[in-house]
């Protein structure tokens, strides 16, 4: 059984930041691409940021200049460090896996966390 542990949400001021933590656990075949979605009140869920064992990455355009993906393979972890927030980040981020090496981690074994919340406001 796999599980993935967000933490890192919780309440930011317009301007703010934010550093969002994923840790996988359990029997992991293998992963490869990791990234963050999003989905806020009455929207789909959205590809915020992923990231390669490579480090390769890729951004939604809302996010770019603002958000930073990183990873550490060694403790099967993903991070997502948020600046310079804004209302319109207000979500729930979810973090998932992937056992192939894609950025859109929609191909291959998948898992996802169950979220952790992000709310943006003064």
């Known amino acids: 059984q796999v599980q993935l542990v967000e933490s890192g949400g919780g309440l930011a001021q317009p301007g703010g930041s934010l550093r969002l933590s994923c840790a996988a656990s359990g029997t992991i075949f293998r992963i490869a691409a990791m990234g963050w979605y999003r989905q806020a009140p009455g929207k789909e869920r959205e590809l915020v940021a992923s990231?390669?064992?490579?480090?390769?990455?890729n951004y939604a355009d809302s996010v770019k200049g603002r958000f930073t993906i990183s990873r550490d393979n060694a403790k099967k972890s993903v991070y997502l460090q948020m600046n310079s927030l804004k209302p319109e980040d207000t979500a729930v981020y979810y973090c998932?896996?992937?056992?192939?090496?894609?950025?859109?981690?929609?191909?291959?074994?998948?898992?996802w966390g169950e979220g952790t919340l992000v709310t943006v406001s003064s």
């Open positions: 990231i390669t064992m490579r480090g390769s990455t």
């Open positions: 998932k896996t992937s056992s192939l090496n894609d950025l859109s981690l929609s191909y291959g074994e998948q898992y």
